[in-house]
């Protein structure tokens, strides 16, 4: 500043020094406004992941106590498909047939053999009824191709 700064009317210093302070109280509040609402965003993705994570043990639980009166449950097509994407599988082919006294799953897979373990220990864990049928694991290039039939028995 120049120095004919303190020859100015002191209501014009006052105003002036106001006036810096103010610009540098609104410059450091945007910048606190926006690290708050990238936290309330951070924080609101949490907690959709939360609720999501709530109602899969929620269905978890029902499913645990709808199969006290049978021992395991039995596995929607969708219920299938969100698992093996979670154990990194892909689907290869999917048939659904019906006879008289059963319902049909030919399935077949491509994927890593561990992968597919874990696929058939976390629907176990999550007490769902596997009945295999058919099952045959031959080895393509770099994985392997997996196919089986789930069979379900009518009630």
């Not at 004919?4 to 006036?19: E, G, K």
Request: proline fraction near 1%; aromatic fraction near 16%; charged fraction near 25%.
């Amino acid at each position: 500043m120049n120095r004919d700064f303190f020859y100015r009317p002191v209501w014009q210093q006052y105003a002036l020094c106001i006036l810096c302070c103010l610009a540098f109280f609104v410059i450091v509040y945007q910048l606190f406004i926006k690290e708050y609402q990238q936290q309330a965003e951070l924080k609101a993705e949490l907690y959709q992941q939360k609720i999501t994570e709530i109602e899969l043990l929620q269905a978890k639980v029902r499913r645990y106590q709808e199969s006290k009166n049978s021992l395991y449950s039995l596995i929607s097509e969708k219920e299938l498909a969100l698992a093996i994407e979670q154990n990194h599988l892909t689907l290869s082919s999917f048939k659904h047939y019906q006879t008289d006294n059963t319902v049909n799953w030919d399935i077949e897979l491509e994927g890593k053999f561990f992968d597919f373990m874990a696929l058939i220990s976390s629907l176990t864990d999550d007490f769902y009824y596997l009945d295999f049928q058919n099952l045959k694991i031959s080895k393509q290039e770099q994985q392997l191709q997996i196919m089986f039939t789930l069979l379900f028995k009518k009630a």
